[in-house]
Nanobody, 123 residues
């Protein structure tokens, strides 16, 4: 079955960088748009970034544009999220997702979801 496994989440101080990974299995990875979302405590899940099947096109939420970078390695079936200058309000569970909708800005664009990885940013 399809499995998306996020890793890399941990407790960090504000201002530092952190990289998340999401390893996919059970699907033709290179055929899927991949996205990253997050859900802060008590809030709704929000879109962060998406990347096209080939990795040549990416889109970002305004809140993270210029600080976060999404990338993928189709040979490793893995998508990454590099996060710089993290803020305390970015404490959240971070999820990766796989879908087939170009751009993939909405949760409903994605068919498969990981279990999430916790990122906690202390002030």
């Amino acid at each position: 079955q399809v499995q998306l496994l996020e890793s890399g989440g941990r407790l960090v101080q504000a201002g530092v960088s952190l990289s998340l990974s999401c390893a996919a299995s059970g699907l033709p990875f290179g055929h899927y748009v991949m996205g990253w979302f997050r859900q802060p405590p008590g809030k709704e899940r929000e879109f962060l970034a998406s990347i096209s099947q080939s990795g040549t096109t990416s889109h970002y939420a305004d809140a993270v544009k210029g600080r976060f970078t999404i990338s993928r390695d189709n040979a490793k079936n893995t998508v990454y999220l590099q996060m710089n200058s993290l803020k305390p309000e970015e404490t959240a569970v971070y999820y990766c997702a796989a879908g087939t909708i170009y751009y993939g800005l909405a949760q409903t664009d994605y068919m498969y979801w990981g279990q999430g990885t916790q990122v906690t940013v202390s002030s």
